[in-house]
């Protein structure tokens, strides 16, 4: 028997915060950021939330594929994505927002060592367990306004490295008893909470919260440019701070890359 879900239950929690808001679990499906995504763009802008138990196209940052992990007895992946209208009035730093609220949904205490890698991934270790991918559709011209479709990818099973650029870290690992259902329910309400929170405030009452998770800091980092320097945090605006040579850039949006650690002598 599969494991449940949990529909009726997290509709109900999400419903104080956007009411009407509905609560979706497909079989399967390419990516449920796209299936947004359309339907935004067809004049849909419900708010809801789109569940795959297997996504077979999906995406991740600069458009990498990003595939469900797969196993014979039940989801091992937890794929979703959360569809809203939004007019925050700085989009900045909202990727590092979601991660904020989905590490301290999972790992509340720190002590499994979820870490957020800048921009957008969830780390454990030099290990990744997820990743986050933001899409955004213009409602009408010249409104503030926009669809938002934050997209949420978790591994809650043991998945293979193969063709990964960061070797996989899972749930399990430190929880085995975790369902996928089980996680969504636990993340939902305060994943809706700290948007509603962005979209009102910004990034700032989240800066502290991402800094004591920050896996860049203090790290040597290579930018896809290929400047190199050192990790400082980030900004009040979610800016990566690297000071290199000419002094501290604020990176707003570029790819990093993390020079390995040395190993130990």
């Not at 989801?75 to 979703?80: H, M």
Request: proline share 7%; hydrophobic share 45%.
């Amino acid at each position: 028997m599969p494991a449940p879900w949990f529909e009726d239950e997290i509709a109900q929690s999400l419903a104080p915060l956007l009411p009407g808001i509905g609560v979706e679990v497909v079989p399967e499906i390419g990516s449920t950021n796209t299936e947004l995504m359309r339907r935004a763009r067809e004049g849909d802008n419900a708010a809801v939330l789109l569940v795959a138990e297997r996504q077979t196209a999906g995406r991740g940052r600069l458009g990498r594929p990003w595939q469900s992990a797969q196993d014979a007895r039940e989801p091992s992946s937890l794929t979703f994505s959360l569809g809203l209208s939004l007019a925050p009035r700085d989009w900045s730093g909202l990727s590092l927002a979601v991660g904020v609220s989905v590490a301290e949904s999972l790992d509340p205490s720190g002590a499994a060592g979820l870490g957020l890698k800048w921009p957008n991934d969830l780390w454990v270790g030099e290990r990744k367990l997820g990743g986050i991918l933001i899409e955004t559709a213009l409602l009408q011209p010249d409104v503030a306004e926009r669809y938002l479709v934050i997209g949420i990818g978790i591994n809650i099973g043991a998945r293979e490295a193969a063709n990964l650029s960061t070797p996989p870290a899972w749930l399990k690992e430190w929880r085995p008893g975790a369902t996928p259902g089980e996680v969504l329910r636990e993340i939902a309400a305060s994943l809706v909470r700290d948007v509603l929170l962005f979209s009102g405030s910004g990034f700032v009452p989240f800066a502290a919260r991402f800094a004591a998770r920050d896996v860049l800091r203090g790290r040597e980092v290579r930018l896809s440019d290929g400047t190199e320097g050192h990790c400082e945090g980030v900004g009040w605006g979610g800016e990566l701070l690297v000071r290199t040579a000419s002094g501290v850039q604020m990176i707003s949006s570029a790819e990093v890359s993390v020079r390995p650690r040395p190993a130990p002598i």
